[in-house]
């Protein structure tokens, strides 16, 4: 069986029809997922067709009889070159949360707010799509208030520090994700299909069943322990009575940290103490990602998205076997042109812990 790289590329309501290469980089966080599209148009009119902020959507894929295209990347045009061939430059839902508000106040005394409806307020005030899948965490704050002329991303950022969740543009759409880390291991999102195993080795006949080949693993980085060995968060209820409630999580490692969040106390000890416990192990679990870390460079797979959980074997015969296992995605890089096809690099790191 062949497979053939092929593309969909739309622009606006444009369908580009020839490309000479599309380069994707999907990251997690603040920092937007990008799209590099080169168009080896020959006539200036061309030029015409597009403009700043026009939609744009790439799909990537194999062609044959079972392998179908995948959507890879949405976002809007931020860029475009004065000369041909046509070099189209695009981020995704990230970019639109860099626009300026205006000071505001959410909650009150007598009127309690989630951060999570905080959250969903600002994701829609950019004009995109909130997957918000908890509410809470178990967090009513009393009164959040945001400053003139701070961005949506910058009040998220500030939500990301207060409950120690994530926040990341889904690939492909115009959701923001607003929720705990470690999202497809905890099922807040779901994944298409099971975790992808990838293979190193030198010949098909050295593994049984599905083949999965990793072309190269260019840098691989495992530390002999964990880089922090204490996270100690400190529940802060400075509105009711002023107190603090320390927790600590523990493994084998370094460092330690101490992580100060605000909480509208419960009458419930117990549940408030779970909740201080629960954050300093998700830190812990988080910062002990970059225990081992890594990239790999493979055949395209559009399947694949930062903080899937995947699977890496090396053959035993190789020194890294030892690092056979589990691991989850930190980002990817695909490249299509028509040369090398349809290939991309993936970062690796640590999964985590027991959620």
Known sequence: MVLIPTFKVCIGSFSVKAIKSITVTLTEGSVPSQATITIPTTKRSDLERFSINTEVNVHLGFTDEEAELGKVFTGWITGLSETLPLVITAEDGIMKAKEQKEKKTY?????????????????????????????????????????????????????SRKTQWIYHCIPGTDEIYFGPAWPFDRGHLQMNNSPLVFRAGNRRADWPG??????????????N????????????????TATSIPKSATVEG?????????????????????????CAREKLYLLNSAKTTGTFFTFGNPNLLPWHPVRLEWH?????????????????NYTYDLESGFRMSVDFRTPPGEL
């Open 254 to 278: 370094v460092d330690t940290m101490i992580l100060d969040i605000d909480y509208c106390f419960s009458t419930d000890t117990v549940s408030n103490e779970n909740y201080a416990e629960r």
């Open 107 to 159: 909650g009150t005394d007598d009127d309690p707010i989630y951060y999570s409806d905080i959250a969903k307020d600002l994701i829609a005030q950019a004009g995109l799509s909130p997957n918000v899948p908890l509410d809470g965490p178990g967090i009513k704050q009393h009164s959040v208030q945001f400053n003139k002329d701070q961005s949506i991303l910058e009040r998220l950022d500030i939500l």
């Open 210 to 223: 599905s083949w999965g080949n990793v072309i190269s693993i260019p840098n691989l980085d495992s530390k």
């Open 316 to 332: 035993k015969d190789l020194p890294a076997s030892e690092y056979s296992g589990k691991y989850n995605v930190k980002g990817v």
């Open 225 to 240: 322990k964990n880089p922090y060995s204490e996270v100690t968060c400190h529940l802060q209820d400075r509105i009711q």
